[in-house]
Each structure stands twice: as C-alpha cells, then as structure tokens.
C-alpha cells in the first residue's frame, strides 16, 4: 500500500508516551470526505515511521470504514480494528467482543480473541489468542490545542507463534481517543489518533 509520506517521530514506543503531531499527506478522497464533514482519524504504521490521514468513509452497524488517499481500508468498532484492506496480509476480519468488553468496562482479566488473515497464498487463515488486559493508570493525550485526560489499557495477547501489544488511551466517557494495534505480521503495529 502506498501511505503518503508522511513522517512520524517516536511513534508510541514501549514508553508509552503520546503520539506526535502528523503533517498530513492526505490526498483528494480524504480531503473531499473531510470537506464533508466527515470525522478522520491520524493512522501511522510503526515499522515504516510514515503516516497518512483517513477518512469515515462508511458506517454498517457498529462497523465504520475509514478510507486513506489511495484507497486502504480499515474497519472499527468502537476504536478498535476489525479488518483492513490494502496493507498486505490483510487482516479479513476479528471476533473482538470479549476484548472490547473488558476494555471498555476498563476490567482487567482474561479473554480471548480471534483474528482472520489472508496468507501468501491468498488463503484464509483464522488464528486465537489469549490476551490478558490491565488498566496502566491515568495519563494525558495530546488533543489539538489541549490534553485530554485518559486511562491506559493494555491488551498483551499471545497464540502458539505471535504475541501482540495493543494500548488503548480512553477518555472519561470511554471513548478510545488514541490507540496502537497490531494489524498482523505484515502490516505490524498501526497507531491511530482521533482528530479534533
């Protein structure tokens, strides 16, 4: 996938610190759905250092697609991704609902998570993994011209042959306001930031 370029220092590292401001390398389709009063999340992929701005293209449900420039794609539910297309080994889809509610009920604990992939092969292949959650405390997240204060939640997961860290910064009314996730051993860890 091409990702405008678009580069972000010191992506939320193992510090835990906050994610950077991002000079926006949107193009056309962003701009047009954010011109339309669309929301857009800041979306920057770790292993790269590069970053684009996305785009509420579509909302199914609980299921919102946000769109980039060059027409990846990233379904969320409630901040927390489902699927994504146009990265590479895509992630076709995840049962995220015993995470998600032990994230958003803030409870720590146990819980398991599926996760679909497209191998190199073009097949399906649906994968689990055992995630313990815990509650890291109160921190503040950079929002515009102002700091939001949040709660950090961290999900560690694991299966037979891959481990995961996805952090999540809640604010007081438990919407997820920034995130790092793991989209699969492709596409690695995404960040993402909600834009005022």
Same mark, same amino acid.
């Given at each position: 996938?091409?990702?405008?370029?678009?580069?972000?220092?010191?992506?939320?590292?193992?510090?835990?610190?906050?994610?950077?401001? !991002? @000079?926006?390398?949107?193009?056309?389709?962003?701009?047009?759905?954010?011109?339309?009063?669309?929301?857009?999340?800041? !979306?920057?992929?770790?292993?790269?250092?590069?970053? @684009?701005?996305?785009?509420?293209?579509?909302?199914?449900?609980?299921?919102?697609?946000?769109?980039?420039?060059?027409?990846?794609?990233?379904?969320? &539910?409630?901040?927390?991704?489902?699927?994504?297309?146009?990265?590479?080994?895509?992630? *076709?889809?995840?049962?995220?609902?015993?995470?998600?509610?032990?994230?958003?009920? &803030?409870?720590?604990?146990?819980? @398991?998570?599926?996760?679909?992939? *497209?191998?190199?092969?073009? &097949?399906?292949?649906?994968?689990?993994?055992?995630?313990?959650?815990?509650?890291?405390?109160?921190?503040?997240?950079?929002?515009?011209?102002?700091? !939001?204060?949040?709660?950090?939640?961290?999900?560690?997961?694991?299966?037979?042959?891959?481990?995961?860290?996805?952090?999540?910064?809640?604010?007081?009314?438990?919407?997820?306001?920034?995130?790092?996730?793991?989209?699969?051993?492709?596409?690695?860890?995404? @960040?993402?930031?909600?834009?005022?």
């Amino acid at each position: 996938m091409r990702w405008a370029s678009v580069i972000i220092v010191g992506l939320l590292l193992a510090s835990c610190s906050a994610l950077p401001g !991002v @000079t926006p390398g949107a193009g056309p389709a962003v701009g047009n759905l954010a011109s339309q009063g669309k929301p857009v999340l800041q !979306v920057g992929i770790l292993s790269k250092k590069t970053g @684009t701005l996305v785009a509420l293209d579509t909302v199914r449900g609980p299921f919102e697609t946000w769109v980039s420039a060059d027409g990846a794609s990233i379904t969320m &539910r409630d901040g927390m991704m489902v699927a994504t297309r146009g990265l590479g080994g895509d992630m *076709l889809g995840s049962d995220i609902d015993e995470s998600r509610a032990a994230i958003t009920r &803030r409870s720590p604990g146990r819980v @398991t998570r599926f996760h679909t992939f *497209l191998d190199g092969e073009n &097949r399906a292949q649906r994968r689990a993994y055992i995630c313990d959650i815990a509650d890291r405390g109160p921190r503040d997240v950079p929002f515009g011209a102002v700091s !939001v204060p949040a709660q950090l939640i961290a999900e560690d997961c694991a299966s037979q042959d891959q481990a995961f860290l996805n952090l999540y910064w809640l604010d007081q009314s438990g919407r997820i306001v920034q995130s790092r996730q793991w989209a699969g051993e492709f596409a690695g860890i995404l @960040t993402f930031r909600i834009v005022p």
